[in-house]
């Protein structure tokens, strides 16, 4: 595959998976949206620590796909979720790479502004999610699929409008997404940073 972009991970995700038995049949669902410019962009993205958004979005996305598998779950709609998931626009943590792209993608670095509770990244990013999800990739969304992305950050969803998970593919994102994040957490203080509740320069 090739790619527009180059990428912020010192691996390339797919490279790793590729010798898995699932693989072809995960890849065969998430093709396109893979090869998208515009999700080619999040491989810029900074994420958890020096993670991209591409690199997390395809682990979630292949974890909760065999997840599925194993237990008779509707896969694709969770390849296509763990996939879409993170598909924010605004990027909460800034970098040199945020440079090549337009301003829309890093302005609430350009326009700071105190944010509410409610405003921060942990709250917003899901409804940004499905939102820049319904603009790029609608053909392939579903009343599970999209109420498996704005909830993905439950408990924290219960303070948004769609406040909880309301289905398995809802559930099985809800679960993955928690557990690969917490392998990148190294102290209990970080938690904070990682949901998108206080800026790097805040723990310091």
Known sequence: MKYKYN???EKEILDIYKSDPNFKSWYKIVRKILHSNEFQKRRLFKHHEFESVWHHSIIVSFES??????????????AIAGLLHDFYTRVWQDGIEMSILDDKY???FINVRKTKLVEKHAFTHPVEALDNARIYFKKYLN???ENAIVTHMFP???LNKVKLPNNTTSFVITYIDKKV?????K????????T?????KELN
Request: net charge positive; glycine share 4%; proline share 0%.
């Open 196 to 200: 998108g509740l206080v800026h790097e």
């Open 7 to 9: 990428c912020i991970d």
């Open 181 to 185: 994040s917490m392998n990148v957490i």
């Open 106 to 108: 890093r302005d609430r």
């Open 187 to 194: 102290s209990i203080k970080r938690i904070l940073k990682y």
């Open 156 to 158: 924290l969803s219960l």
């Open 65 to 78: 796909y065999k997840y599925a598998l194993k237990r008779g779950f509707n896969a694709e709609n969770c």
């Open 143 to 145: 009343k599970d699929i």
